[in-house]
């Protein structure tokens, strides 16, 4: 199979750094999910992630006076979905608090969260070394505590008119924080659980996955050889966490061996290294008290059993499917596909199409990631899955098994689909006639093979040399024969004929 663009294999820019075995590296971290909900959490208003700025805000959002906050029980249920399968045990009851603290992007003077009684506690996640990229055959991370809570509105500074803005659009979107125990012991860790993570939750359907729109943002805590934890708080990227861990690491390592003391504080990072926001002594007192307004959330009994057996396939149990019979895919690939539903989605029906129609579901494979999916990246177009729905290319992947149409012709048929819009939703069978890729496949007909011979034949008299060396035993130079006659016909004879006619002809 040729390899394409799409994947990745090891990263090996990870294992450039290494930890100092002497300074024990301790890491925790808390991840904030922007759920997709409908509405938000304690009002009507409808989430928006790229409205004009103010215009998806109601009284309550923007913190008026008299506005009281009603539940969104999507949010809870949402929630709900990520802790059960991160086997966390539900609180069958729970409750919101006030954080408070004054900042612009902050109207009601304090954020709703669950600082108390968080909806569920004592979860995990297990890495394993057969489908993360880490050192250890497994490491399980424990989960301390999932809460949810209200997202605050945005601020920025516009240097035009040197003025702050406040967009209150994100204000009283519904959030969750998940806090893990500081069980990471190396930078490994730490990436392959945000990439655990991020999968999950986009399979679990409650939150896009994505750090760099900023619906999943991430907090470290890092701390060496028992000292104090330092907080970097936001952290954009996955190569900002990797950075900003490097950083911050080296950073305190130094510290100790300069016998300098580690202060406990929040930092923040700014691309290049960490800096300091605040030191504990600092920190602001956020005078917590149980929300007056919201009423306890009480949950049946069987909400963990039920919700459960509502889940869809996690993402261990798909790459595990995918890794074995009937689809034996390579782990890479099924990576690939479990990282996006509509691709995944796409190929279970692509592969059921093609094994319905009594050919191994396998033949699948090559051509959805390598041919179909490998277009576009040929000619860097974005991939779009509609252009050719699965059940089309199963059409194309049969044709071509029943040796209807060649596999050079197939290739090209699948470039031009995708360049062309008007292609959209036409059967492959019309554009086999269409664009003539038809091949004269009668193989019986004498007509046929004497046109083969002679094409054959010319091509063995004009490249003596080519013929040279194949005879000498370099065998692989056929190919180079075969490419010529292929060329020659324009991928309506298919590369086999010419190879047993060659083969023929030449003796071997
Ligand atoms: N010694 C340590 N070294 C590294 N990380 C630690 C250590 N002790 C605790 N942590 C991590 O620090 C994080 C603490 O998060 P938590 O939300 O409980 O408190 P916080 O950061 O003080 O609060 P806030 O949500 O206001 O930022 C957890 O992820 C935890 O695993
Ligand atoms: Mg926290
Ligand atoms: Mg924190």
Known sequence: MRSIRLFHTSSTWLSKFKLDPNYKFKCGIEIHTQLKTKYKL?????????????????????????????????????????????????????????????????????????????????????????????????????????????????????????????????????????????????????????????????????????????????????????????????????????????????????????????????????????????????????????DSELPFINLSPTIASDIKESLPELPEQILQKLTSKPYDLELKYARFLTENRDTLNYYFQLFKSVADRHHSGKLANNWFIHEFLGAFTKINVKVDLDILPANFLADLVLQVAEKNISTTSARLLLLQIIQTPEDKGKPIQDLIVQYDLGSPVDMSTEDLNDAVSDICSEIISNNADVVERIKKGQKNSIKFLIGLAMKETQGKVNAKTFSEKFNELLDL
Request: one cysteine or more.
């Open 42 to 290: 304690f009002s009507l208003s409808p989430t928006s992630f790229y409205s004009t700025p103010n215009s998806k805000v109601s009284y309550f959002d923007c913190g008026l006076p008299g506005t009281q906050p009603k539940l969104n029980p999507e949010a809870l249920y949402l929630a709900l979905k990520l802790a059960v399968a991160l086997d966390c045990e539900i609180q069958q009851n729970s409750s919101f608090d006030r954080k408070h603290y004054f900042y612009p992007d902050q109207p009601l003077g304090y954020q709703i969260t669950q600082h108390y009684h968080p909806i569920a506690k004592n979860g995990f996640l297990e890495l394993n070394s057969k489908f993360d990229e880490i050192k250890n055959s497994s490491k399980k991370i424990n989960i301390e505590q999932i809460q949810i809570e209200q997202d605050t509105g945005k601020t920025t500074y516009d240097k035009f008119d040197k003025s702050v803005k406040v967009d209150y659009n994100r204000s009283n979107m519904p959030l969750i924080e998940l806090v893990t125990k500081p069980d990471f012991e190396d930078l490994q860790q730490v990436r392959a659980f945000v990439k655990k993570y991020q999968t999950m939750v986009r399979h679990l359907d409650i939150c896009t996955g994505d750090l760099e729109t900023g619906a999943i943002r991430i907090d470290v805590n890092v701390s060496v050889n028992g000292n104090p934890r330092v907080e970097i708080k936001n952290l954009g990227s996955n190569s900002d966490i990797q950075d900003a861990l490097k950083y911050e690491y080296t950073r305190q390592v130094d510290s100790i061996k300069n016998n300098e003391k580690i202060i406990q504080e929040t930092r923040g990072w700014t691309g290049t290294k960490t800096v300091s926001l605040r030191l504990k002594e600092d920190a602001v007192d956020y005078r917590y008290v149980p």
